[in-house]
C-alpha cells in the first residue's frame, strides 16, 4: 500500500501537468503564429497570460521543455510581465529568467534585470543575486538603482552590515557612490526600522554627501516609523536650518508622523497652513488624513476631511476612497461603503484590490460570509484580485467546510494567472488536512515545493501528522526528501550574513561575503590555491592557533592578486573579518608568507 500511494501522487501531479499542456498547446501555438509572422502586432498580456499557465502546471525540472514545446516566445516586454508575475516565486522566475536568455533575438532589459534581482532577494538567494549583478556588469547594464534594490532587500532581512557593504562595494563595480545611492543606504535602513545606523551613517558621511531635502525626509520618515516624535521635530529644524526648504514629500511625511502620534488636530493645522501657490497638499495627505480619522472612529472629521479635499479643487483618487471605505467600515457603515463605490463609479475611478480586500475583511470578520462572497463576485467583474484577495476567501471556505467552493475559487485564481502565496497554499492544505484529505494536501505540497515555495513547519506538520494516522510513512518520505532538496538547493547560498560561516575544503572557517565579490568559478579558483599557499608555507613554518586566520586571508589576498582581474582591496578582507586584524597587520601577514614562503610560491 505505502509505495502505491507515493505513484499515486505522483500520477496524479503527472496526468494534471499533461492535461492542462494539452490544452494550452492550441492557444500558445495561435499566438506565436501571430507574433512571429506580425512581427509587432504582440498582445503582450495574453503571450505573458499563457506562458504563466504552462509555468504553473510544470514542475521545475521539465519547465525548459515545457516552454519550448508551447512555441511561445518573448519580447522584452513579456518577460517583465512574467516576472512581475510570478515575484513571489523566486526560484521559478529564476529558471524563466534563463529559459528567455536563451530565446533568439532576446536581450534582458535592465528591469527585468532589477525585478530577478529584487525577487532572488526576496527568498534569500544572495549567491544567484550577486550572480545577476556580475551578469549585468559584464553587459554594462548596472547602475545606481541595482545597488539600492540590494541594499533595500538586505535590509529589509535585517542584514545592516550586508547593506552596508553593499555600498561600499559599489566603487569596485565602476559606479563610485554618489548622493542618490547615499540616500538610497540612508531609505534602506530608515525602511527597515534601523534609523539609529541610518542616522549615524549621516552624521558620518554628510561631509562627504551634501544632504539635500530627499535626505532630511528620510531620515524624517525613519524617526517618525521609531515612532520618536522629538527626534523627528529636530531633524525637521535640522533641515530648514541647513537652507533646505520642506518639499510636499517632507510635508507628506510630517503629517503621516503625526497622524500616526495621534496628533490629528496638529497635522490639519499643517495642511490647512500650507500656501497652495507654493506647495499644494496632494492626495495621499488627505488619505492618511482620512485613515486616521477613521481609526480613530472620528468618523464626522474623516467626512468632512474628504469634502474639504474636493472643495480645494483636488481630485480624489483610489487610495483616498479606500481611506473613506476603511473609515466606514469601521464604523459599521456598509450602506455608505457602498455608495462610495457608487461614488467612484461615477467619476470614473476604478476600485483596486486593496479596495476589494477592505470590505471583505471586514465583512468576514462580522460574520458575513454570504454577503462577503457576493461581494467577491462583483468586485472581480470590476478589479483584478490579488493574491491575499483570493487567500481570505480560500481561508473564509475552508472554515465553513465547504471545501468544493474553496477549490472552485483556487482554480478561478490559476486561471486568472494570479501565483498563489504562501499563505494561499497554507489555508487551503490546511483546511484539506481538516477534513483528513491527504491524497489532495500531498499533492498541492508537492506543487508547492516544486515551484521553489519552503512550506512554513505547521503546514508541513499538519500533513506530517495526517500521514502518520494513515501509516503512509513512504509518502511522508517521498515528501521529506522533496523538502530537503529545496533546502540544499537553497542552503549554498541563502542567509549568507557577517555572522555565517563556510567550512572551506582546508578545514578553516571562510567569510561568505566572498561570494558576493567574487564570481562562483573564480571563488573555487581562489579556494585551491589559498590551500595550496596554506599548505605550503605550514609545512616549513609552526604558527600559533590564533594566527590562522591572519594566514588563511593573507593567502587569500595574495591568491586574489594571482587570480583576479579587479583585486579586492584591504579594507574589504578588514570588513569580512570583522576587523580582526588592521590594514597594516593584514599587508604584515601578506609579507611575512611570502618572505617566509619565499621560492614556494613561484609558479
Known sequence: ?????????????????????????????????????????????????????????????????????????????????????????????????????????????????????????????????????????????????????????????????????????????????????FNGLLSALCKSKNVRKAQEIFEKMRDRFTPD?????????????????????????????????????????????????????????????????ICKPTTFIYSVLVHTCGTENRLEEAVDTFLEMERSGIEADVAVFNSLISAFCKADRM??????????????????????????????????????????????????????TYTMMIKMFCEKKEMETADKVWKYMRKQGVFPSMHTFAVLINGLCEERNSQKACVLLEEMIEMGIRPSGVTFGRIRQLLLKESREDVLKFL??????????????????????????????????????????????????????????LSGNVITKQDLQLLGVSCMMIAAKYEEVCVPQVEDFCYITDNTYLRNEWWLGASFVLLKGNRRYHH
Open 1 to 181: 500500500m505505502g509505495s502505491a500511494s507515493v505513484v499515486w501522487v505522483r500520477f496524479n501531479m503527472t496526468i494534471r501537468i499533461l492535461n492542462r499542456q494539452s490544452r494550452l498547446c492550441s492557444k500558445t501555438i495561435m499566438s506565436a503564429k501571430l507574433y512571429s509572422s506580425g512581427g509587432q502586432a504582440i498582445d503582450v498580456a495574453e503571450v505573458a497570460n499563457n506562458i504563466s499557465k504552462v509555468m504553473m502546471s510544470s514542475p521545475q525540472s521539465v519547465l525548459d521543455a515545457a516552454l519550448d514545446q508551447s512555441g511561445l516566445r518573448v519580447s522584452p516586454e513579456v518577460a517583465e510581465d512574467v516576472l512581475n508575475r510570478f515575484r513571489n516565486a523566486g526560484l521559478l522566475a529564476y529558471r524563466f529568467f534563463q529559459w528567455s536568455e536563451k530565446q533568439r533575438h532576446y536581450e534582458h532589459s535592465v528591469r527585468a534585470y532589477h525585478m530577478m534581482i529584487e525577487s532572488t532577494a526576496k527568498i534569500r538567494q544572495y549567491k544567484l543575486m550577486w550572480d545577476l549583478i556580475n551578469s549585468m556588469r559584464k553587459k554594462k547594464m548596472l547602475n545606481i538603482e541595482t545597488f539600492c534594490i540590494v541594499m533595500r532587500k538586505y535590509a529589509r532581512a535585517q542584514k545592516v552590515d550586508e547593506a552596508i557593504y553593499a555600498f561600499n562595494v559599489m566603487e569596485k563595480y565602476d559606479l563610485p557612490p554618489n548622493l542618490m545611492a
Open 213 to 277: 531635502s530627499k535626505t532630511y525626509s528620510i531620515l524624517l520618515e525613519g524617526w517618525g516609523k521609531e515612532p520618536n516624535l522629538p527626534k523627528a521635530r529636530e531633524v525637521f529644524r535640522e533641515m530648514v536650518d541647513a537652507g533646505c526648504d520642506p518639499d510636499i514629500v517632507t510635508y507628506s511625511i510630517m503629517v503621516d508622523i503625526l497622524c500616526k502620534a495621534g496628533r490629528v488636530d496638529e497635522a490639519l493645522g499643517i495642511v490647512r497652513s500650507m500656501d497652495p501657490s
Open 335 to 388: 450602506k455608505n461603503v457602498y455608495r462610495v463605490l457608487k461614488e467612484m463609479k461615477t467619476k470614473g475611478v476604478t476600485p483596486n484590490s486593496k479596495s476589494c480586500n477592505i470590505i471583505l475583511r471586514h465583512l468576514i470578520d462580522r460574520g458575513e460570509r454570504d454577503e462577503a462572497f457576493d461581494v467577491f463576485r462583483k468586485m472581480i467583474k470590476v478589479c483584478e484580485p490579488d493574491a491575499d
Open 480 to 537: 521529506n526528501e522533496k523538502m530537503n532538496h529545496l533546502a540544499e538547493s537553497k542552503s549554498s547560498y541563502t542567509d549568507l550574513g557577517k555572522d555565517d560561516t563556510i567550512m572551506n575544503i582546508d578545514g578553516n572557517l571562510m567569510d561568505p561575503q566572498l561570494c558576493g565579490v567574487f564570481s562562483y568559478d573564480y571563488l573555487r579558483a581562489l579556494a585551491c590555491i589559498r590551500v595550496n599557499y596554506v599548505d605550503r608555507y
